[in-house]
């Protein structure tokens, strides 16, 4: 238990300014900024995207809308 209290202790300290040099190295990379850019909108558009799954499977099975509750 100490040795897992001492790791976050070390990580939370360390860890903001590891972040801070990362995203410093990230954004002087084109081509880091462009996949992470890339990764970022996909994630979004699946974000947007699987709600509508539940419609497209009660459509698929033949339920009604009143069977989704």
Known sequence: MSL???MMAIFVVIGPIMMKQGFRYVWSRKILLTLGGG???AGFAM???QPFAVFLVTE??????SDLQ
């Open 4 to 6: 897992f209290q001492t």
């Open 39 to 41: 990764f970022m909108a």
């Open 47 to 49: 974000g947007l995207i």
């Open 60 to 65: 698929r099975l033949g339920m009604k809308e």
